[in-house]
């Protein structure tokens, strides 16, 4: 929903969220999500 809306509350929750998994940076699950949150960066 937030690529498709770019509304930027849901990128606040999304990025506060990718905050909160650095501890666990280095799990692929965790890798494929700041990927995401990059790509929504870059595609804005």
Known sequence: MVEQ????GGLNV?????RELRPWRNEPLVR?????????????
């Open 14 to 18: 999304v990025f506060k969220a990718g």
């Open 32 to 44: 494929d999500v700041h990927d995401r949150m990059m790509a929504l960066m870059t595609n804005s």
């Open 5 to 8: 809306t770019r509304g930027g």
